[in-house]
């Protein structure tokens, strides 16, 4: 059975991405712009947060941890689904769908917010006379 | 919306008789559901009919060991439900055409939900607390 | 029955995206009997209905399976829903099956791809993935996610989707739709596609009906039944017939899917074109489920079945689902006895088993 080349229904598709620029993007160089409601990661800033502990108590994950007495606001972002309920849910409006991806994690980690954080102290500086 | 249908209950000797109504009038058996209650265990068939099922349902006590006639030989899409039954709740099912003998489901526990019922309530412990503070 | 070999097919194989063990009794190099076991990925979903609220369960529910995962999610809100007693506003109803027909699209298309792969045919393996890929796009323009949607929940959907964005959607449908076409015609005409399918696999009418079998793997074989005909959502309104096909092997069981697409396809432009405007959600806020019910959708792998029981507590007292993929294990036993070893990762992807679909 012999079969000329263009009998085959896929030699057109495959003849036409043979010569066309691949349709896959190079991923490092070239990134993909988000779309506008893409969930990408929960981003959280810290100014305005009263630590209600609202978004904490409607998490499904309990991914957030909110202590009011230390103010801080703790999230774990690989347990996270990205359900955007506190988003919805807090008032101050500190909490917000980023459409960026968060990158990949090397390690489990928490990500805690302390606010009114206090530097340690300057270490004193000795005088040392050069010789 | 799906159409409101009826759950109706039947005995243990009921059970094979149905079935045989159901197959002359050309039903088709839709499933099989098991649910382990307190005392009993409780098992949910339904046939359908151009888009309409009818669901019964059996009781079976728990001691002696639950044995439940089998359905394989009238409809023979019962010996998967069957096998899947016996694999999670322990149920025996005399006359089962299709036997797998407890190998159709390799669950890590075996017969996982003949035990009891109640549930453990679980507490979730929170992934930040136990974290370091960083 | 002392010429017999036993080959293990499974758990792990090139073929199967999921794990399902086969034992394959063989004389020869023809199939005598297999012997199926699954569970190994078993997750005990069903259980977690009884300890958390039914609400936070909607997620849970979605994620049952990663490829039909709208439309467990929206199977689960319907049925509370009607313990209820509430329904869904009528834009919520439409978006839902605009989303359930997308992701049956995807679904289909992923089907196609992984059943040329199956067949040793690479090049059309990754085209179909290039249209499934433009599929995946527009639900994440619509959604926000990729693989799940997260929109369905109890009492209506989370996000409207704008009538702006909704005419970039029936736009990029006509493109997809033209990408399409082209590997339509392939799987019906190209012969290497028709050497390994066509008479593989038989499964009569009868057959296909007393064994249980649901979905594409039932109407292939020429028995018509679309549990969407039941008018849930809003299949009700529009205009369309069950797809069949007569002749029952895995050739037609490839053709009923490639068909579904682009039925697909028109349904998703017949709501678009009339999508109601309004409330997406009503508010569900002091209600509890009552009572019990059995409810069936239509996944792109057949009927799905969830038996949800309630008494008005938190929390579910039982929620079972029997997926399409275990009503359709008895018919793929019954195609595999008397085929060629060869054969046997053909049958096995047309019935599309979805593994962990099947172990909840």
């Not at chain 3, 702006?164 to 033209?178: M, N, P």
Request: charge should be negative.
């Amino acid at each position: 059975m012999s079969w000329s080349w263009s009998v085959w229904p896929i030699s057109n598709l495959v003849m036409r991405s043979a010569l066309h620029k691949p349709v896959t993007r190079l991923y490092p160089t070239e990134r993909r712009t988000p779309y506008a409601r893409t969930r990408g990661h929960i981003e959280f800033r810290i100014d305005n947060c009263n630590f209600c502990t609202i978004c904490a108590h409607k998490c499904p994950t309990l991914a957030i941890q909110v202590n009011k007495q230390d103010k801080t606001w703790a999230i774990d972002h690989s347990r996270c689904i990205l359900c955007s309920i506190c988003v919805e849910d807090c008032r101050e409006g500190c909490i917000s769908l980023s459409p960026v991806p968060s990158p990949p994690m090397r390690a489990k980690e928490v990500l805690t917010f302390r606010q009114e954080y206090e530097a340690p102290p300057p270490r004193e500086t000795v005088a040392v006379a050069l010789p | 919306m799906n159409p409101d249908e009826p759950f109706n209950a039947l005995t243990l000797d009921q059970w094979v008789p149905t079935a045989e109504q159901h197959q002359r009038d050309g039903f088709r058996l839709v499933q099989m559901t098991g649910t382990a209650r307190a005392d009993h265990f409780e098992i949910l068939i339904s046939y359908e009919q151009d888009y309409r099922c009818t669901h019964y349902r059996v009781q079976i006590p728990r001691d002696p060991p639950p044995e439940l006639p089998s359905l394989s030989a009238i409809f023979p899409a019962a010996f998967t439900y069957e096998n899947e039954l016996k694999d999670l709740f322990g149920l025996n099912f005399p006359g089962l055409t299709v036997d797998y003998g407890g190998n159709f489901l390799r669950t890590k526990t075996k017969i996982p939900f003949s035990g009891e019922v109640t549930v453990k309530k679980e507490t979730r412990t929170p992934a930040a607390k136990s974290a370091p503070e960083t | 029955m002392s010429n017999t070999t036993i080959v293990p097919f499974g758990p792990q194989h090139p073929v199967l995206p999921e794990p399902i063990h086969l034992d394959l009794e063989l004389d020869d190099e023809r199939v005598v009997r297999a012997l199926p076991s699954i569970g190994y990925v078993h997750r005990g979903l069903e259980l977690l209905a009884e300890r958390y609220d039914f609400i936070e369960m909607a997620n849970v529910a979605e994620r049952i399976c990663g490829i039909c995962s709208f439309i467990h999610g929206q199977g689960y809100c319907q049925g509370v829903e009607q313990l209820m007693g509430v329904e869904a506003p009528p834009r919520a109803a439409w978006l839902r099956t605009v989303w359930g027909e997308i992701s049956r699209i995807q679904s289909h298309v992923l089907w196609l791809g992984l059943a040329a792969d199956a067949l040793g045919y690479e090049s059309l393996f990754q085209h179909s993935w290039r249209i499934r890929e433009m599929m995946v796009d527009i639900i994440e323009e619509t959604t926000g996610g990729r693989v799940i949607f997260g929109v369905c929940k109890v009492g209506g959907i989370r996000k409207n989707v704008d009538d702006e964005t909704l005419g970039r959607v029936r736009q990029r449908i006509g493109e997809i739709r033209v990408a399409f076409d082209e590997i339509a015609t392939i799987f019906r005409e190209d012969p290497t596609v028709r050497q390994r399918t066509v008479g593989v696999g038989l499964l009569s009418a009868a057959d296909a009906r007393a064994l249980g079998a649901v979905g594409p793997v039932l109407r292939a074989s020429g028995v018509v039944h679309d549990t969407r005909q039941l008018g849930y959502a809003a299949y009700g309104a529009l205009e369309w017939e069950p797809i069949i096909e007569q002749d029952g092997d895995c050739y037609a069981r490839c053709l009923v899917r490639v068909r579904e697409v682009d039925q697909s396809f028109d349904l998703i432009t017949q709501c678009l074109d009339r999508m109601p405007a309004g409330e997406i959600e009503v508010s569900v806020k002091g209600k509890r489920p009552t009572g019990e019910a059995m409810f069936r959708l239509e996944q792109p792998r057949g009927e799905v079945c969830y038996y949800i029981s309630a008494s008005g507590k938190k929390n579910l007292d039982r929620f079972r689902v029997r997926t399409p993929t275990f009503a359709n294990i008895a018919p793929l036993i019954h195609m595999l006895g008397g085929c060629e070893l060869a054969d046997v990762p053909v049958i096995v992807l047309t019935i599309d088993p979805c593994v962990s679909c099947n172990e909840r």
